[in-house]
């Protein structure tokens, strides 16, 4: 049996979707739902903090000194009340859109089928475009996302194995030594199952993040404050609105968590499983970012575990920790793209054949991952380039445009707040997108070989 949370994707809109009506609030999407597989409110918590709890939040030291002390701690701050923003109006344009096609649930790309059958007659005819564009970039972003986890966690083990060994082993062991554990993490088909994974791995990351904080505010350039540079050259902002964009984003896995919940009322609104969970990720991120700064300054690493102390017991179970934890979160990582694609394919195959064929589908784009994990074996500018083209699309531009489109008609709210507001969005979108993008392709360029 497939997973639920997709069965959506033979769901059928209803084609009569013309003007609003009151009508339209009588029909209850929540009330329609197969809730055989559904996630508590904790569960979907844990699913929320893990998608957004990876190797971001140990990239953010290095964002920090990529921004400075203030600009760094601001930005974070902003950019997090942006991304929080960008999933609720996702979600509850998707509730919208579900009551006016008499849906019970749609996924990110069929919000954005939507949205454009319901909007000006004039945008109709890129409905199809729209849901192909979203599925793509969905799978594009969460493929490039599953290869930083192959590239941090083999950085990490290649650390604590040429210490303890005193050879100078190359990454791509390490990256191949993954395989088997990928394989097996990237056949997992329900999202259910994947609940105890996330929890483990939240155990491992917090138990991680304790330490590492115990380093951090030991270090004696903290309390000195040698280090706190509070703004940092404008060529570098570019990186960091891509890393932290790339950190706190998980909007992929939004809409399934959301759609797959047994309260779905408890997502949105004050307190909320999403509310509680922004709350979490950015105060998280932002301690994490300033004092992993200060601590370490202009030599911190990518992750900021890289730059513990090696020859140190407890440095080297903070690697173990949080590279098993990431690892438990490659399948939640992949769960979305493969799901995608293999809905988009499945009905090439005989009927017999299905199980197979999903199978060897899944193996392929595992091993794809590594392929590209051994491309690009540096993490700092593939954080910023999948973060930069990705999930600045997808985190933000998109659920922009959506909103618009889908209250074009008479809810824009008073002098159209609503349209200024998501225009605002798409700059600091595309800004992102466009200098982002050619600094970290500048980067992978002059970066030296293995």
């Known amino acids: 049996m497939y997973n639920s949370l997709f069965f959506q994707f033979s769901t059928k809109i209803v084609p009569n979707i013309g003007e609003y009506k009151e009508k339209d609030e009588l029909y209850d999407p929540f009330e329609h739902r197969d809730k055989r597989h559904a996630t ?16 971001g939040i140990l990239a953010m030291p290095h964002a920090i000194k990529n921004g400075g002390l203030v600009f760094g701690g601001i930005g974070t701050i902003i950019i997090g009340f942006i991304c929080a923003h960008c999933v609720h109006i996702l979600v509850r344009t998707s509730h919208i859109l579900c009551r006016r096609t008499k849906t ?3 996924t990110y790309a069929e919000t954005a089928h939507a949205a454009f059958l319901c909007g000006p007659k004039s945008l109709r005819p890129w409905a199809n475009i729209s849901k192909i564009f979203v599925n793509t970039a969905l799978c594009a972003t969460y493929v490039g996302g599953s290869c930083v986890y192959v590239v941090f966690v083999s950085r990490s083990l290649q650390q604590i194995v040429n210490f303890n060994s005193g050879k100078d082993l190359g990454i791509n062991m390490f990256i191949y030594s993954l395989i088997p554990a990928l394989m097996l993490l990237g056949q997992v088909r329900d999202l259910k199952y994947m609940v105890p994974f996330s929890v483990l ?3 491992f990351m917090i138990t991680g993040f304790s330490i590492t904080l115990y380093y951090i505010f030991s270090n004696s350039n903290l309390h000195s404050f040698n280090n706190n540079r509070l703004l940092a050259p ?9 890393t932290v964009i790339f950190a706190i984003e998980g909007i992929g896995v939004v809409m399934p968590v959301a759609n797959n919940m047994k309260n779905p009322h408890h997502f949105l609104g004050c307190p909320s499983v999403l509310n509680i969970t922004m709350t979490i990720v950015v105060s998280l991120y932002a301690m994490m970012g300033i004092f992993g700064f200060l601590a370490y300054g202009d030599d911190v690493q990518p992750s900021i575990t890289l730059s513990l102390p090696i020859s140190e017991i407890p440095a080297q179970v903070v ?4 590279a098993a934890a990431v690892l438990f979160t490659y399948g939640l990582q992949l ?3 493969l799901e ?9 195959f005989n009927h017999k054949f299905l199980a197979l064929g999903e199978t060897v589908m899944r193996i392929c784009i595992v091993i794809l991952t590594v392929i590209f994990a051994q491309l690009v074996p540096d993490l700092d500018p593939f954080i910023s380039l999948v973060g930069a083209i990705f999930f600045s699309i997808l985190g933000i531009s998109i659920p922009a445009v959506v909103e618009t489109i889908s209250c074009w008609e008479s809810h824009l709210g008073t002098f ?21 993008s050619w600094i970290s392709v500048q980067d992978i360029i002059n970066l030296p070989s293995e």
């Open 319 to 322: 690697k173990a920790l949080i």
């Open 40 to 55: 508590s409110d904790l569960g979907s918590l844990a699913h929320l903090l893990k998608s957004s709890l990876g190797t």
């Open 104 to 106: 019970p649930y749609m």
């Open 234 to 242: 404008v060529e570098n902002l570019p990186r960091f609105f891509a």
């Open 340 to 348: 995608i694609m293999w809905n988009s394919i499945k009905h090439l």
């Open 201 to 203: 791995a939240n155990t």
């Open 335 to 337: 769960f979305v793209p």
């Open 416 to 436: 159209n707040w609503r349209l200024w507001k998501n225009s605002i969005l798409l700059i600091f979108s595309l800004l992102a997108l466009a200098f982002g």
